[in-house]
């Protein structure tokens, strides 16, 4: 087999490969630091304007999320708030660093959880002392956080467990496991932003080659769309206490009574 570009830099000398990738990944974290350090000291007036600094500052490829981010933000209203993210983002939309400057800037509490270490030690350092940083599976921790009484909470995202579009079920599975989880931490009022659940295939980006036709021939064959909260969205759907209030490519949810 011809190998080309970097595999054949690092079967032909792969100590040399090393060092340039340890090079590149020490430039890459100085250069978020560096944002990061510059971010912590801007103030916001608004959720609006700390998501746009957001965006501008992190987001390059994923601003299909954009609109049920600002919706989840702007119904929090600039308030202080108690936020639990599943799926610690140190990438794509870098939802973690858009959580802790919320508590930062306006006050609350924030639980991020993922079951790789690897996210948290990336941001590890650049978080403010509102946010902590949890390692374990995120359906046994929100169990803890229940039993531990920190709720109600305010805002919950749910983006753990990476979705294949040609085999959807276990990360809409996983979603489902987790919405039944965060049940005892709800209160009228409280929202659920889903990420990787377009309403449908029109919403998917062809970021990686074949997606929005997998999510397409999908649908054709299971008759819904695929994505993390697609069992979620169905079990909303025969209840009257969940209200949805926005479905692009995530979708958010309030509790009402």
Do not use: C
Request: hydrophobic content about 40%; charged content about 20%; glycine content about 8%.
């Amino acid at each position: 087999m011809l190998l080309t570009g970097r595999m054949w830099v690092y079967t032909r000398f792969p100590r040399t490969y090393r060092s340039i990738h340890r090079a590149r990944l020490a430039a890459r974290n100085g250069r978020e630091r560096r944002l990061a350090v510059a971010m912590q000291q801007r103030t916001f007036e608004s959720p609006e304007a700390l998501l746009e600094a957001h965006f501008d500052a992190w987001v390059d490829d994923y601003q299909n999320t954009r609109p049920g981010f600002l919706l989840a933000l702007q119904l929090l209203g600039g308030r202080p708030a108690r936020i639990v993210e599943t799926g610690t983002s140190a990438w794509g939309t870098d939802s973690t660093r858009l959580f802790d400057a919320y508590v930062r800037v306006f006050g609350g509490e924030f639980w991020s959880i993922d079951i790789r270490k690897e996210p948290g030690d990336r941001l590890r350092g650049t978080m403010s002392d509102r946010t902590r940083l949890l390692v374990g599976d995120s359906v046994e921790v929100i169990n803890q956080l229940a039993l531990q009484d920190v709720g109600p909470i305010d805002l919950f995202y749910l983006d753990s467990y990476d979705l294949d579009w040609n085999n959807p079920v276990p990360a809409a599975s996983h979603g489902l496991a987790e919405w039944n989880a965060l049940q005892p931490l709800t209160a009228v009022g409280t929202l659920v932003l889903v990420d990787d659940t377009p309403e449908s295939p029109e919403w998917v980006p062809d970021m990686k080659q074949g997606w929005h036709d997998s999510s397409q021939r999908w649908l054709v064959q299971n008759g819904y769309v695929p994505g993390k909260g697609a069992f979620i969205d169905r079990s909303v759907q025969s209840g009257g206490t969940v209200v949805k209030l926005w479905h692009g490519y995530n979708v958010l949810y309030q509790f009402q009574s």
